[in-house]
Every structure is written in structure tokens, then in C-alpha cells.
């Protein structure tokens, strides 16, 4: 108690000037968090692609077919099917869905493989399947985006599909909360980076085997591109072959060089969007260890008073701590807030995102304990150091000069 | 009460080690007044710091009512300054924008006195020393003389063993000086508490009962006080 009133009795002293700190430190941190957030989102896509253990000579393959041919989807399966059949070819991945109706509401249905899930971050909520369909005949599904970031785990979303509008029961198992990033192999250019293998979207995603059960192949539909993966045995010889085979299918670039192409779009990119935050974050740093230090300075006599009559350094030491702290505390609240409680309610469609397309997973609560920690840790270094260097009887002749 | 024996400091000068106490045997009892006096640099300073635990010093030994404090950390030695010694000083050490209410409480806001009754304790050290009704202004508000007396209210706060005074007098004019005296000597008097001032005035001096004399870190004389008019008068 007694404590608590001379804390607050010395911070009324110092209202002002902690105020102006403490505004800040919350800006540079809430302009460097969203910063961070917006390059996680651009590269979390080089993380996702590294994750999916493709072998090193994976190859993104867009095959030549006439895209306005009616007959385009059946090219596709042939070249696919022609693909899977060469020698060296351990797994196509491909995009495979189909539309099922939702109550009033069409929603796309998509069949997740095993390496395809390897490409896609963890549900936020609840967990992937392990048994595509259960004993009752109901079917395991994780639901993303928007569209579903009410849904618990264990509900039932009732869906028809096909023609006949045939009836199933799909039971949830995991929620991916906005911005719902999912695997999407639908473009092609010059030059191909890992975020053209990625889509934010709301749909339904199912086991291979569930998505076979519920999709003809008259109601599926295929990406215009795929990820041809190599067996990881195969020789040097084998993939060449298998790879010169693929230049008269269409056209492809290795992993290795789209990986390589997407680093060096990252180092620019962090050049553009993080050089600013961090020149302000530095700034707020500065500036909390300045007014600390100058806070340290000014109550110099205030600081040989309380000496004199029995208030160890030690303790004076933990009153400067609670101080530094309570400043830092507060301002990583506030962006704690801002990650966890703006993005939910983003998320959950309750709030427009005043923001570009952000991604705040568990290194972005790392990070800002990182930058709230080195805060605090500095400014007590510093003020610690000026104390340190001064015994009590220097303590009191300087503060009477 | 307090015993020390054979006591050296040394502080590095450059590259070698100016010597500021010398072999000081001192033995202070209960309820002496006591004046330690000398040129600029004989050491009485750093003999009143040594003596209120606020520095330390290299060699001997030093006991403070039956407890060797040689071997103190700071956080002790911090409690125990906090709870047995008072101290006024010749800037008064109070802090001037806060209340004469809260100066004075300040020792007991470090203790681990409980917080309901400290207002009236305070009170009624500000009443010992004649200065009640200034409870309420800020300490920049005050006179010398009514600083000096809020520094010794907040010296009496803690029922001190010993109040350490170094050049109490030392800003203040002659009148209030005697008066700043004969508060110091009546406490010292009614209450038993040992008082023990650095000094250059011979006013000062006049008040004390014993007299210790310093050159060059060693205590050169040692004596009790001649009788003087002044003291016997009060």
C-alpha cells in the first residue's frame, strides 16, 4: 500500500513527460506490429511452400491447353494423367473442387490431400482431420474464411451436392480464422513467386477420399496449374528426362528458382514496408531511455533524500523498474489488443479491416513481448548504470550541487 | 552505543589512495552531544557518513548498538539507518514541491509502519518542534529556520538512537541558529537522544558537551566541552 502511494506520488511528478512517452512507444509499436503483420502475410506464402516438403527440383507446371476449349478441363486431366505416369513423378498436387449448396448459399468445397494441408497453416480453432468420413457416414471438415468464423467444432453444416442435390452432413473439426490463406494454383507468369500458390478465401475443405465420395468427376473442377513432386530417390538422370518431357506438355519453373526469386522479392519488399516501423520503434526507444534517464537525473536529490533516510538502492532500482515497466506494459497492452481483438473482430466480419491484408500468428505475440521486453530491459540498463556508477555519499554531494 | 575501532577508508586518487580516516577508536554512549570539528579535509564528513551507514569504510570494526555493521549489505544497512538514525543537514534534504506533512513521513513510508496513524505522528513531530500549523504548505514555502525544524520533526519521526547533524547551522542566521541549538539540545536533554554534529561554528560548538577534534583523517583531541554559559543556560 505504502509503496503504491509513493509510486503514484512520483509519477504525478513526471505525468507529463510519461504520458508523451507512453503515446510513442504505443504508436511506434502499433505502426511496426502492422507492418509486421502485412510482411508475415507476404512471406508466410516462402514458409507455407518450404513447409510442404517438396523435393528440390519440384517443378510449378502450367500445362498448354486452350483455355477457351470447351473440352479444356479434359486436356487437363489427360496432361495430368500423362504427368503422373512419367517416370521419377511421385505426386501431382493439384487444386480439385466442387460447389455444394449451403441452405441458399453456394459454397466451394475443396479436397485437401496430405501435402497439400503441409502448404496451409494450422486451424486457428480445432484441428485437421485424420479420417476423411466418420462411421456415420458424416463427413470431417475444416471451414475457412469469413463465411464460417462463427462455426464451432462438432457443428453440422448440412450441404447438397450435385444435380440430384444429394444430401451430406459435414461435421467440423477445425476453424482457419481470416485471412483463411489456403493453397490455389491458379496463376502463371514470367516469373512465379510462392504467394501466386496461395488464396484467401471461405470455403469447406475435405479428405481426398471424402471429396471422391461426395464429387463426380462431371461436377469437379481442376486448377490450370500444378506442383509436379519428385520421388526423392529418383536420379539426377530420371528427373531430366521427366522434366524435358514436361517442356513439350507446357511450361514449368523449378522450386529452386521460384524460391530463390521470392527471397529476393521479400528482401525488397522488407526494404518498402519494415525500414520505416523499425526507424520508429528505434526512435521510441530512444526516446523512453532519454526521458528515463533524464527522469533519473531530475530526481537525483529526490533519489539522495529517500538514500538518507533508509530507502536502499536496490529498492529505488525496483521503483525506476515499475516505472519503465508500467509505461511498457501499458503500450504492449494496447497492441496486444490490437492484434488479438481487432483481428477477431475482422475476422469475424463485425469490423471492415482498416488496414491492407495482415497475418498475426504466434510470432507476432513474440515479437511484440521481444520489443515491449527490450524496452523495458534497456531503459533500466541505462538508468541502472547511471545509479550504479554513483556511491550514496557521491549521491548525496551531487544532488547539492 | 556506538564503538568504533580502529577504522580506516581510503579513496583512489588518480592512481593512489588518499587516506580519509586514519585508526579512529571512538566510543559515543547514549545521550551525548557531540561536536566533530576541524579543518576542510581533516575527515569529519566521511567520519559522519561512516557513522550513518551511508558509506563504508576498508578496515576495523564498527558496532551500532551491539551489531557489527561491517558486514551489512545495503538493504540492511538501509533499514537500519532508517529505523536508528536521523538526519539533518545543512541543506536541509527535504523535498522542496512536496508537503512538510509528507517530508515528514517520508522515513515512515520506507518502514514497515503500518500506513493508518503515520498522519498523526507526523503531526505530533511537527508539534515537538514547534511547526504544526505548517503541516499543509509545501517545504519551498518555508523560512530556513522552519525547514531546519520540519528536517529535525522527521528526524524525531523514527525515535532515532542517534541524529547526525552535519553543519545544521550552516545556512541559517544567527538567531535562528540558537533556536535551531536549543531544539537540538532540549531533544538531546528530555529524550536521551545522542547527537552528533559536524561543525565549523564555534556557536555550535559551545552547545556540545564533548568535543572531537580531526586532522588528516585521525581524531587529534577528545575531550569534553569546557562548561560554557550558553549550554548550562538551557
Sequence with gaps: M??????????????????????????????????????????MTYDLTQKAGLHARAV?????????????????????????????????????WGTAACGDMPVKVTASTESLRRMTPAPDRGKWFEEGINADGSVNVVVAGKQFNDAQIGDEIPVQIGPERKPYTLRVCGVLSIPAVVPSFG??????????????????????????????????????????????????????????????????????????????????????????????????????????????????????VYYLLGYSKRRILADMAWRAGLIALVAGAVNFAYLHVYSSMVAAGKIEAVVGACYFGAEADGMLLLLVGGMFLLTMLASALVLRGKSAVVFLRESRD | MIKLTNVNKFYPVGKTNFQALADIDL??????????????????????????????????????????????????????????????????????????????????????????????????????????????????????????????????????????????????????????????????????ITVVTVTHSKLVSDYCRRKIVMADGRIVQDQAAPASALAEGI
Design chain 1, 2 to 43: 505504502k509503496r503504491i502511494y509513493l509510486f503514484f506520488s512520483s509519477l504525478r511528478e513526471s505525468l507529463l513527460a510519461d504520458l508523451l512517452v507512453l503515446a510513442v512507444l504505443t504508436v511506434a509499436l502499433f505502426v511496426f506490429m502492422d507492418a509486421y503483420g502485412m510482411y508475415r502475410y507476404i512471406t
Design chain 1, 60 to 96: 510449378y507446371f502450367c500445362p498448354s491447353v486452350d483455355m477457351d476449349n470447351m473440352e479444356t478441363e479434359e486436356q487437363l486431366r489427360a496432361i495430368k494423367s500423362e504427368v503422373e505416369a512419367l517416370p521419377g513423378v511421385q505426386e501431382v498436387l493439384i487444386d480439385r
Design chain 1, 187 to 304: 496463376g502463371y507468369g514470367s516469373q512465379v513467386l510462392t504467394s501466386t500458390f496461395f488464396k484467401s478465401e471461405s470455403g469447406l475443405l475435405i479428405g481426398e477420399d471424402a471429396f471422391d465420395t461426395l464429387f463426380t468427376e462431371d461436377i469437379e473442377r481442376i486448377s490450370s496449374q500444378f506442383f509436379i513432386d519428385f520421388d526423392q530417390n529418383a536420379s539426377q538422370e530420371t528427373i531430366d528426362s521427366a522434366q524435358e518431357a514436361l517442356t513439350r506438355l507446357g511450361g514449368y519453373q523449378t522450386l529452386e528458382d521460384i524460391l530463390r526469386d521470392t527471397r529476393a522479392f521479400n528482401a525488397t519488399t522488407f526494404k518498402q514496408v519494415m525500414v520505416r516501423p523499425i526507424f520508429y520503434v528505434v526512435i521510441a526507444f530512444v526516446l523512453l531511455v532519454s526521458i528515463s534517464l533524464l527522469y533519473v537525473f531530475k530526481r537525483l536529490k529526490t533519489f539522495s
Design chain 2, 27 to 192: 566510543e559515543i554512549g547514549k545521550g551525548e552531544f557531540i561536536s566533530i570539528e576541524g579543518e576542510s579535509g581533516a575527515g569529519k564528513s566521511t567520519l559522519l557518513h561512516v557513522l550513518g551507514l551511508l558509506d563504508t569504510f576498508d578496515s576495523g570494526e564498527y558496532w551500532f548498538e551491539g551489531t557489527d555493521v561491517r558486514r551489512m549489505g545495503d538493504a540492511k544497512a538501509s533499514a537500519l539507518r532508517n529505523r536508528r538514525i536521523g538526519f539533518v543537514m545543512q541543506d536541509f534534504a527535504l523535498i522542496p514541491h512536496k508537503t512538510v506533512l509528507f517530508n515528514v513521513m517520508l522515513p515512515l513510508l520506507f518502514s514497515k509502519t503500518p500506513l493508518r496513524g503515520m498522519r498523526k505522528r507526523a503531526l505530533d513531530a511537527l508539534e515537538q518542534v514547534g511547526i504544526a500549523e505548517q503541516a499543509g504548505k509545501r517545504v519551498n514555502q518555508l523560512s530556513g529556520g522552519q525547514r531546519q525544524r520540519v528536517a529535525i520533526a522527521r528526524a524525531l519521526i523514527i525515535e532515532p538512537a542517534l541524529i547526525l547533524a552535519d553543519e545544521p547551522t550552516g545556512a541559517l542566521d544567527s538567531q535562528t541558529s540558537r533556536q535551531i541549538l536549543e531544539l537540538l539540545t532540549k531533544i538531546n536533554a528530555a529524550r536521551g
